[in-house]
């Protein structure tokens, strides 16, 4: 089974300063026996606040050099403060420099894919200045990514990306071959009960939280996101508050039993 655990599952951990990178790493490797991994860009930053700052790329190439020892395959690097709109310019342009800088990361670490989002805070729709300035920077993205094999995407995040005819309408105008969409399954403001399938024909990724690792629907979303030729990982995004390893390993387990019900 292709299954992924994202790194935002221990931020709690990583608040408390029980963890770092490299403690993530070995816990994804041994004490879940997985060989994929989604890491969070707050976990390699020297700097959180406004802005994430990545450390330099010696400490990066200590990343990649423990991903390459542990044979763990870099499914996503998930990237936040790199956000594409903002109604500021001067903070637009600081994203687009983030954005930059954590596709340089990216190459470094060997990731696979990486997930920018949209923007657009609070808004149900983007304004046409909004959505010509989202397509134009993907379409930018995505010609840098290609050239080292990478995919590239929103999230179902923040403001109009959790409307799913807003990601399609962004899929369709970037018109990219390696544009793509994080789908965290089931987190939709809108047509909640199409809101996967509307989005299917441009899933890169996924991320299972709690909720739909419990639910019943989730081998029917499996099937159908396979359908639309989804061939990639079942990655773990889950934000436990107590217990994190214990709670983790639950989710892990309900996953792997959705997947087998799935015939994955």
Not at 58 to 70: D, F, I, M, W
Not at 176 to 189: A, K, S
Request: with cysteine; proline share 4%.
């Amino acid at each position: 089974m292709k299954i992924s655990l994202g790194g935002y599952s221990f931020n709690q951990l990583f608040l408390e300063g029980k963890m770092d990178v490299f403690g993530y790493l070995e816990t994804v490797k041994y004490r879940y026996r997985l060989d994929a991994v989604d890491l969070w860009n707050a976990q390699i930053a020297e700097r959180t606040t406004p802005i994430l700052t990545l450390a330099d790329g010696s400490y990066l190439r200590k990343v990649r050099e423990a991903l390459n020892e542990k044979e763990l395959r870099l499914i996503n690097l998930a990237v936040d403060t790199a956000h594409l709109w903002d109604p500021d310019p001067e903070m637009r342009e600081a994203l687009y420099q983030s954005a930059l800088n954590h596709l340089k990361a990216a190459v470094i670490l060997g990731a696979e894919t990486v997930r920018i989002d949209t923007g657009g805070y609070g808004e149900q729709e983007f304004s046409e200045e909004a959505f010509h300035w989202i397509v134009t920077k993907y379409r930018e993205y995505c010609r840098i990514c290609s050239d080292y094999g990478i995919k590239i995407g929103p999230e179902n995040h923040m403001g109009p990306s959790l409307i799913p005819k807003q990601l399609a309408r962004i899929a369709q105008a970037v018109d990219e071959p390696n544009f793509g969409i994080l789908v965290h399954l089931d987190r939709w403001d809108q047509d909640r009960e199409d809101g996967n399938e509307i989005v299917a024909p441009w899933v890169i990724h996924t991320h299972f939280d709690a909720n739909i690792a419990g639910s019943e629907e989730a081998p029917d979303i499996v099937r159908m996101l396979r359908r639309y030729g989804y061939e990639g990982h079942w990655a773990i995004e889950y934000n436990a508050q107590s217990n994190p390893y214990i709670e983790i390993e639950h989710v892990i387990t309900q996953v792997k039993k959705r997947l087998a019900e799935a015939d994955i």
